[in-house]
């Protein structure tokens, strides 16, 4: 995941109290989340994936 990344443009990824940074210079490694008290909260149901925003492209005239 973490080395296609910057292709994709993904910030982070939350799964299981889980956290994986899209950038590995800024952490190269998983990191454990506290414990937000119930598995939805601690991302155990659902993986989150946030995303930079696409570039804005151009279209040439039709």
Not at 35 to 55: C, E, K, M
Request: glycine letters at 4%; proline letters at 10%; a negative charge.
């Amino acid at each position: 995941m973490q080395r296609d990344a910057a292709v994709d443009r993904v910030e982070y990824v939350l799964f299981n109290r889980t956290y994986w940074s899209g950038d590995p210079a800024v952490h190269p490694r998983a990191q454990l989340m506290e414990d937000r008290g119930n598995p939805i909260a601690n991302h155990a149901t659902h993986v989150r994936i946030t995303t930079q925003p696409a570039p804005l492209v151009e279209c040439p005239d039709a």
